[in-house]
């Protein structure tokens, strides 16, 4: 690992806790941790002060401490006599990731992240159809509208709105001249503070009625004969208003968080929202900006996606890679006892515990987490950007952030682990 | 470790040796003098009747960068058509037209390649292409920055910034980025495109600043030139594959104003306009230009028939072009104000009349231009073929009744407006040589690769010499990567990892100042995290870099 | 356990489809240690399988009969482009989805995605006859092609998603949605469905001339009628999301 | 020979290898079909000057067609496939799309592919629908009373035309009656229709002309007013000849359809008004099939 300087009184910490990356956060320390963080961001301070104040109780086996020793000994008999290993998890980083990778092609395990489903309603929309896309500084700089789908983007991304939606400056778009629209069920939801002033449009919508919001907005923006008024009054105003804007914007911007989408087959309805964006690009620019990254899911897929030829959901079982989004979603190969080891990695949050189940399971976890089923093996290990130096990707998925390490308390970085068992199973 | 390889025909253009039969030592990493006579030589290959080359470099091969991985994640149906299974230490993959890392490694290795560079590194973008070149073994691998539509160079050209300015900034992005040269794909155009643009010629003026591709493309063939820079500006032109674009590729040779320029994959911009169907070769002009003038080098982006997908930064291209994707689905991104990425995936037909020409103008101009040092052989993977196609590539080159065979079985219409029938030309083994090993690597500066002198990197391929070049190619007796016997027969048997070879020019930290501001104001990333460190580079993405020298810096 | 993946199945001796070499896990072992084949190459190959989880059944079937008495996996039939395949119990998701020719009976109920195009892919069934007398799960013909599917039970939400073109016949109760983003074919209804997208119009009541030759083909495969006579139905166009030019047929 | 007074002259009818297809019009009803089947073969007599030689070949019930609505089933001749081909394009275009509720279907499976709906469906401006049963494949075509329906290809096969006979009468009415009586038996038989108008044509021809545009003009030998004139068939009691041309699937079937006919001329006998069966021929150089009417009678 190359290394930083392990100080909390750093001017620009990177922060792994969400798929936006901020890289301009300073820590001011206190008595219990952090005493304040600059900027404000509830989800970074969270995820900080979870990772400074977790106090690692070792590697423990079913419960009981052991030594680190012990606990890789036991980890390596368990991974050699798996027959349908099954890594899952997957929130680390790009080295812990590169390390899970070569260590399930040595098992042949399977692959999974714990924000899979999420995941793959983006992806699987990239498979079948491709799309337009952009970035966060293109947004920030270029975008004159831009419409958010979903109430939800706020708390997941609290900094959403002043690195992205009204930006302090802006190359091309200032902000006197953006459209900001959100389609979402706000009569039921507070708008979040910092749009208060700001008064965008909002399209009072719930989520079922999100994939005729877009269909009638590429048949209207396609001259095609519908009747907007099925979508009910005042939303089918909006919706014509919208087609409008949409028409007349130079640069727009769709954007939603897919954890949001959590109806089956939401993959449709985001397929929709990309269309339409590609249909506005015969006259206009427009563009997709899908909200992802927490938990590194984004930096897991990734690396998967280099090293296998496929995004996650890939199996190495038969000792090339497979892939298939529906068949391999970590949740089912457990139910169904496809499975017979569950490899857990989640060294990010100490609350993406492995799913309560039946198999045999090793844990390489934040060390702050308490699991209430204890497990065969479990093994601390260090938060990426915290304990040791890394690296993440950020949301659009073409800015890999270094991540610096902030303090050393002798944790070792998921990677390190994965890679002395890697040894010891030997070829 | 001694290692000696006695009695090959050793092909060294970058030494004069054309086929000499001669004895080479290998110590640890490098070639050597031979030993003392009395000097106990550890391994011995008799290599009588074999040839030897020094490894083979591509200099223009998409490998590496988030484009590749849109391409792995857009096709999912495409990827098992090749499948390499896990053995030993060796790592499985997939993917025959967008190859996963390990699998791109290991394939090029077993055909005799042993340093490949991505031509398209968006800085923004570097620690992605690094880390995935770093997972792709037993290759050396480098990048070329992409500059000339980020905007902040343009609004520094527009602003009339004085040619030191963009010189700093220049080499600052070299630095941050862990890059040996720098590429433009359209200058211009893909900014433009952001603006709504959709095509943007070389004399053309930019929708938002007042300055035109000639001037982006003047300026830094400039810039890299007083930097000492060994590769030239490394040029993707405007209009790719646009009939009648010859016209828009010799007034981007112009705009270098005599200086250094790489023209890439130039057989996308060698079109015309004749015949019926309004499409036409121009090679024979644009190799009559490249004849004549030695500042000017290419590749040649070469077509195979088959599926394929096309990467490429040019958006605005990408774009324009959609509507042929086969199967039917792309994707574009707009990137970070920096530039673009469009991947559409391509099948070309032999019965196609546009794609059998394409096929044509490509082997016209590696026949064409006589001189092998400035003409190199690229299918611009994946966008003309996979690099699979090489062997196949050489046999073309090297065995004219071959060519005419497969001329023959092309669409008849663009066979008969070809003058490909009429080139007698045959490569020479020395030429393949020159091409693929010696010019790239003086090409990009690398002076301890590419040759087989003592002192250089030991990186050589050993082939049977047989009848048909397309199996000597494909299937080399023993691959070296430095000193250690990473093939055989066609078929991996060790790896290594390789390397990441940059070249740092000086330049004033001043302009970090303005950089720093200009992040701060309109990024979304800062400065400080911007840049690549050598440690970062070697330990946390996992390829050390290689430090080759620039000329002694000119001044304007 | 996946994948099943013999080409001519049905061409082969039972002994030869016992030694195929299937994958647990990260091992293999030859497939007469995870069911029964009886049957004789040519004629009717029956397999006798329980399994859920054995996926690719038939991919790529080009003749022959096989039965597999019990259930099968995912991915049923894939590929398939002649013969017949009858499955006794359920099978999971994507059965018959690149199927070209050929026909497939399941007894039981299918999965989602019945007939759907898989990762990546631009079409889903091709051609041939896919009938399911049980229920379908949702997206049954996402992104079809040509060819028919029957569901002689429900069917889930989004069914005909994406479609192509093809008939996609559903006799019981239809979910929410169906026909989203549909580009040509036709969705047959015998009831109203739960929800359309807001993107498809009403063209009105009518008596389709086409309608009396699909019912004989129909029950020239042994499959119920798509309606009744020569009866009058309600057409929806649509999806106008997207092309517009599918249909959604429903008895009025 | 002579049947029931009526003499079977020892001649033969000359006819020709042709290229035929069989359809089927479905309709609302069977006026509606007949309707769309007369004016497909309306102006179809004789491929001089029609193009195609056609007619119904039989009335179809609910239980015969594809559609199970009442339909006709139609023959079309041409002298080469691709004749044939474009002017079926041309008829099915006019004649049948455009009529009230009609279908159209192939009536044969045998032989090479026509386009039918193949071509007939850029009529529904790529509003068209595509259904494929089995290996047939249809087209859905809007207009304005719903769809026409339409198959995709029907085939053509090498057929028989100008299977023929002439029928010498003392007076013209009787001629007629005589041939009337020859088309109703023939129009039961399948396989075969007869092009003419009502069946039967008057104006018999020989090949060539005192003027050098036409190819083909009137069979004086047999025109009753130019007796004394030219060097004639006829006796002197003739008073008119008709023709009944007869064009078949095949050559069984053009054979039997003549014996049939002949046979219902001969009924009437020579106590109506009948005194001559003869047949023309071209020598036998031109036509492939020969027609010996004794044989046919025998």
Redesign the interface.
């Known amino acids: 690992m190359w290394t930083t300087e392990p100080s909390l009184n750093q001017k620009h910490l990177t922060c792994p806790f969400c798929g936006l990356a901020c890289d301009d956060l300073s820590i001011t320390p206190g008595d219990r941790g952090i005493e304040s963080l600059d900027p404000k961001c509830d989800k970074a301070k969270q995820g900080f002060r979870l990772a400074l104040q977790a106090v690692s109780r070792g590697p423990r086996s079913n419960g009981a401490p052991v030594s680190m020793e012990v606990a890789l000994q036991q980890s390596v008999q368990l991974l050699k006599s798996a027959r349908a290993p099954l890594f899952a998890g997957l929130a680390t980083d790009v080295n812990g990731m590169r390390a899970t990778l070569e260590l399930a092609d040595r098992c042949g395990g399977v692959l999974d992240h714990l924000n899979g489903d999420a995941m793959f309603r983006n992806i699987r929309v990239v498979q079948d159809n491709g799309w337009v896309a952009c970035t966060l500084s293109e947004a920030r700089n270029r975008a004159d509208l831009i419409l958010i789908i979903g109430t939800q983007c706020f708390d997941r991304f609290p900094r959403f709105v002043d690195r992205v939606l009204l930006p302090r400056e802006s190359l091309f778009s200032p902000k006197a001249g953006r459209h900001l629209v959100m389609l979402g069920p706000w009569q039921n939801n507070r708008l979040p503070a910092t749009l208060k002033d700001y008064a965008p449009i909002t399209l009072h919508a719930h989520p079922s009625q999100w994939a005729d919001v877009a269909g009638m907005l590429r048949a209207r923006l396609g001259n095609r004969p519908v009747d907007s008024g099925r979508l009910g009054g005042q939303l089918a105003e909006g919706v014509e208003e919208l087609a409008r804007l949409l028409r007349e914007a130079k640069y727009s911007v769709i954007t939603w968080s897919a954890a949001e989408l959590t109806f089956p087959h939401a993959e449709l309805v985001i397929e929709r929202w990309a269309a339409l964006a590609r249909d506005l690009n015969q006259t206009t620019r427009s563009s997709v900006l899908p909200l992802a990254g927490n938990q590194g899911d984004i930096t897991s897929n990734q690396v998967c996606t280099w090293q296998t030829g496929y995004p996650l959901r890939t199996s190495l079982q038969y000792g090339y890679p497979v892939h298939d989004s529906r068949l391999f979603r970590y949740q089912d190969l457990i139910e169904n006892n496809t499975a017979d080891l569950l490899i857990w990695i989640s060294s990010l949050d100490p609350e993406a515990k492995p799913p309560a189940c039946d198999l045999p399971t090793i844990v390489f976890g934040h060390p702050g987490m308490e699991l209430g089923q204890e497990v065969e093996v479990f093994l601390p290990v260090g938060v990426p950007g915290v304990d040791h130096t890394g690296h993440g990707y950020r949301s659009d998925t073409v800015c890999t952030l270094p991540l610096g390490q902030l303090i050393e308390r002798g944790l070792p970085s998921a990677a390190t682990l994965l890679r002395t068992l890697l040894d010891r199973l030997g070829d | 470790m001694l290692i000696k390889l006695s009695g090959g025909t050793v092909y060294d253009p970058a030494n004069g040796i054309d086929g000499r039969v001669m004895d080479l030592f290998i110590r640890d990493q490098h070639l050597v003098e031979p030993p003392a006579d009395n000097e106990p030589i550890d391994q011995h290959y008799p290599l009588e009747g074999k040839v030897v080359m020094a490894g083979a470099i591509d200099l223009h091969t998409h490998i590496g960068g988030?484009k590749?991985?849109?391409a792995?994640?857009?096709?999912?149906?495409?990827?098992?058509a090749y499948?390499?299974?896990?053995a030993?230490?060796m790592?499985?993959?997939?993917?025959g037209i967008?190859?996963?890392?390990?699998?791109t490694g290991y394939r090029y290795a077993e055909m005799g390649y042993t340093t490949c560079f991505e031509p398209a590194l968006?800085p923004?973008?570097a620690?992605?292409a690094h880390?995935?070149m770093a997972?792709t073994p037993l290759l050396d691998t480098g990048g070329y920055a992409l500059l000339g539509n980020d905007?902040f160079l343009l609004q520094l050209i527009a602003e009339g910034a004085e040619q030191q300015t963009i010189n700093d900034y220049v080499a600052w992005t070299l630095r941050a980025s862990q890059c040996i040269g720098v590429k433009v794909v359209n200058p211009g155009g893909i900014s433009a495109?952001?603006?709504?643009q959709r095509a943007l010629d070389v004399d053309d003026v930019h929708p938002?600043y007042p300055i035109s591709p000639r001037d982006i493309l003047r300026t830094l063939s400039r810039a890299l030139h007083q930097l000492g820079v060994p590769h030239p500006l490394h040029v993707h032109a405007s209009n790719l594959g646009v009939p009648g674009n010859y016209l828009s590729t010799l007034a981007t040779m112009d705009a270098a104003e005599g200086l250094p320029i790489h023209l890439t994959h130039i057989q996308f911009h060698s079109y015309g306009t004749e015949g019926d169907r309004k499409f036409s070769s121009c090679a024979a002009q644009i190799a009559e230009a490249v004849n004549r003038q030695a500042n000017i080098s290419i590749d040649v982006g070469q077509i195979m028939f088959g599926q394929t997908v096309t990467v490429s930064g040019d958006t605005m291209r990408q774009?324009a072009n959609h509507g042929h994707a086969h199967?039917?689905?792309?994707?574009?991104?707009?990137?970070?104000?920096?530039a673009g990425c469009g991947?559409v995936p391509f099948r070309y037909r032999d019965r196609n009349f546009v794609n059998a020409l394409q096929w044509a103008i490509g082997l016209e101009l590696f026949l064409l231009v006589d001189d092998p040092w400035r003409v190199f052989l690229t299918t611009d993977h994946p966008n003309g073929a996979p690099f699979t196609s090489y062997p196949h590539l050489i046999r073309l080159l090297m065995d004219r009744s071959f060519r005419n065979d497969m001329l023959a079985r092309i669409h008849p219409d663009a066979g008969a407006s070809s003058h490909l029938a009429s080139l007698d030309r045959e490569y020479s083994l020395n030429e393949i040589a020159i091409m693929t090993r010696a010019a790239p690597a003086r090409l990009l500066g690398m002076t301890d690769y590419g040759h087989l002198a003592p002192g250089a990197v030991a990186d050589l391929v050993v082939y049977h010499r047989e009848g048909n070049p397309e199996q000597m190619f494909e299937r080399p007796m023993l691959v070296f990567k430095r000193g250690e016997v990473v093939a055989r027969e066609g078929a991996i048997c060790a790896s290594v990892n390789g390397s990441t070879h940059v070249v740092r020019p000086e330049y004033d930290q001043g302009i970090e100042t303005r950089l720093a501001e200009w992040f701060a104001?309109?990024?979304?990333?800062?400065l400080?995290?911007f840049g690549?460190?050598d440690?970062?580079m070697?330990?946390?993405?996992?390829s050390p870099v290689v430090i080759h020298p620039c000329a002694s810096t000119s001044h304007p | 356990m996946s994948p099943f993946v013999p080409q001519r199945l049905a061409s082969m001796r039972p002994r030869q489809i016992a030694a195929i070499t299937l994958h647990q896990g990260n091992r293999t072992l030859p497939a007469g240690e995870l069911f029964d084949v009886t049957g004789s190459p040519g004629g009717r190959i029956v397999i006798q399988s329980d399994s859920e989880l054995l996926d690719n059944i038939g991919m790529g079937m080009a003749d022959g009969e096989l039965m597999v008495e019990g259930q099968a996996g995912g991915y049923l039939g894939r590929g398939m482009s002649g013969g017949f395949l009858q499955v006794a119990g359920a099978t999971g998701i994507f059965a018959g989805s690149a199927m070209s020719g050929g026909r497939i009976l399941i007894e039981g109920n299918a999965g989602d995605l019945l007939g759907g195009a898989a990762a990546g892919e631009r079409q889903g069934m091709r051609g041939g006859f896919l009938h399911v007398r049980g229920s379908a799960g949702d997206r049954a013909g996402d992104r079809q092609r040509r060819g028919i599917i029957v569901v002689e039970g429900n069917a889930g939400d989004y069914a005909a998603s994406r479609m192509v073109a093809g008939t996609l016949i559903i006799l019981g109760q239809a979910g929410h949605q169906c026909g989203l983003d549909m580009r040509r074919g036709s969705l047959i209804l015998n009831s109203k469905p739960k929800s359309l997208p807001a993107t498809f119009n009403v063209s009105g009541g009518h008596q389709l001339t086409f309608l009396t030759l699909l019912n004989q083909y129909l029950e020239s495969h042994s499959a119920p009628w798509a309606f009744p006579g020569n009866s009058r139905i309600r057409r929806w166009v649509g999806d106008l999301a997207c092309d517009g030019r599918g249909e959604i047929l429903i008895q009025a | 020979m002579i049947i029931n007074g009526v003499e079977i002259e020892d001649t033969f009818a000359e006819a020709f290898g042709m290229s035929a297809t069989r359809l089927i019009i479905t309709a609302i009803n069977e006026r509606w079909a007949r309707i769309a089947g007369e004016t497909m073969t309306g102006f179809a007599t004789s491929v001089i000057g029609c193009g195609v030689e056609g007619g119904i070949e039989s009335i179809l019930n609910e239980a015969d067609t594809p559609d199970g609505r009442p339909g006709v089933s139609v023959l079309l001749f041409g002298m080469s496939g691709s004749v044939l081909g474009k002017q079926l394009e041309a008829r099915a275009g006019q004649c049948v799309l455009t009529c009230p509720t009609t279908a159209l279907f192939s009536g044969m499976t045998d032989g090479e592919p026509l386009p039918l709906g193949k071509n007939l469906r850029y009529f529904g401006d790529g509003y068209q629908i595509s259904k494929q049963l089995g290996d047939q494949r249809y087209w859905r075509i809007p207009v304005m009373d719903g769809e026409f329906l339409c198959q995709e290809h029907t085939t053509r096969k090498p057929a028989v035309g100008g299977g023929n006979f002439l029928v010498l009468a003392a007076t013209q009415a009787q001629a007629l009656t005589a041939c009337e009586q020859a088309i109703a038996a023939i129009a039961r038989l399948p396989g075969v229709i007869t092009p003419f108008p009502g069946g039967i044509v008057r104006s018999g021809s020989k090949v060539g002309s005192k003027y050098k545009a036409l190819m083909a003009s009137t069979n004086e030998a047999y025109c009753p007013t130019l007796r004394g004139l030219v060097r004639t068939q006829l006796s002197q009691d003739t008073g008119a000849v008709l023709e009944i041309v007869i064009n078949g699937i095949a050559e069984e079937e053009v054979g039997w359809a003549m014996r049939t006919g002949i046979q219902a001329v001969c009924e009437l006998g020579s106590a109506q008004g009948i005194q001559r069966i003869s047949a023309g021929n071209y020598g036998g150089k031109l036509g492939r099939y020969h027609f010996h009417l004794r044989k046919l009678l025998a």
């Open positions: 988030g590749v991985n849109i792995r994640t857009l096709l999912p149906e495409q990827q098992p499948s390499r299974p896990r030993g230490r790592r499985s993959g997939s993917g967008a190859p996963s890392t390990h699998a968006l923004v973008n620690r992605q880390m995935e997972d905007e495109f952001k603006f709504n938002h774009y199967p039917r689905k792309w994707l574009c991104m707009d990137i970070e104000c920096e991947v104001r309109y990024h979304s990333m800062s400080r995290n690549i460190s440690d970062e070697a330990d946390g993405i996992g």
